[in-house]
């Protein structure tokens, strides 16, 4: 993994390299960030550059036998950890290594969700169990293979149970001599206090509009305007950015499934708003997630439009279309508690609420606010 293949984030690459440049790499380093803002493939990036025997001055070789070892997960003195749905046969990170390169190796970009999904377990909880932490002691008491730094990765450090966070706290007070602990983490409020007083954090940001479309551009070859629709909806996550491009370009999409929940919110009709929820219902988190999320964005449109903003840029011919007809629906009285409902709803997804009760819900209470009178 280049540095330069990490999408925007100009200023966390510069510290990262900074970092080594002034031989002031932290013992524990945790790169902080929402998803989809790099920092698990910067992660690889920076280690990559540390292992790197042939440097360049903002890049490592890529040629050299540790980068060719660490571009593919496999250096001996590389240790992963990440969160796993726990059962008898699956006990630790070591049980899924494989299938942890080949989901990275496929999309660097990848988030927890694209992680379960790919093991079939989307409906377990991600968990770094006890277990997990007795295996990072005894990984780090071992010699180093190469004779260089012992790196250990953790992902989503914020799953772990606090047995696991009390063990792995003991060992980052102490850490054993050329141990380099890069933790990759999205929620840092839900980790122990103790164990963020003793990592040196790095900020990632959400990546801006035009870093997304130049980097969509660059990895699907997609025509700029399609680029730049993705960007704008995605929030600054890249990996959003890219299912929303994939989601663009299919022939049904979010505007048609947004028109028909509005139509059956407008006119509430019980049989129709079951049925749309009996197959809204099987599609999974994460597009539910971005239905939500398009809807917010339209509704800003429409608020926009009748403010007398036209210059929908980010929109298609078709949704432009739909935006001027719908935003008469849309006004001041109703805008903050309909955006409201829709965020609350996003919340809740994402804590595995009941989709089917949630969006019965959510289009009663659209139905309510988009017909509501002076």
Known sequence: ?????????????????????????????????????????????FIQYVFCTQKKEKDSCGTCPSCLKISKLTHPDLHLVFPIAKSKEIKTSNDLLQEFRTCFLENPYINLNDWFNNLDAENKQPIIPAEEASSILKKLSYTSYEGGYKVMLIWQPET???????????????PPEQTLFVLVCNHPDRLLSTILSRVQQLLFLKINTEDITAGLVNEFGCNETSAKQASYLCDGNYREAQVLLQQNETEY????????FMMISLNFDAIKAVAWIDENARVGREKQKQFLQYGLEIFRDCLMHNFGNVDLVRLSGEEKTFVTKFSKFINHR????????????????????NPKILFMDLIMKTNELINLKD
């Open 334 to 353: 109703n805008y903050e508690k309909i955006t409201t409902e829709f965020n609350s709803s996003f919340y809740y997804i994402e804590r595995n609420a």
């Open 253 to 260: 999409g979010f505007l048609q499934l947004f028109r028909n």
């Open 1 to 45: 993994m280049y540095f330069n293949d990490i999408i925007g984030q100009h200023e966390a690459k510069a510290k990262l390299l900074s970092m080594f440049a002034d031989n002031r790499i932290p013992h524990a380093l945790m790169l902080t960030g929402p998803e989809g803002s790099g920092n698990l493939p910067a992660a690889f990036a």
């Open 160 to 174: 772990m149970n606090a047995d696991s966070a009390n063990k792995l706290l003991k060992v980052l007070e102490e």
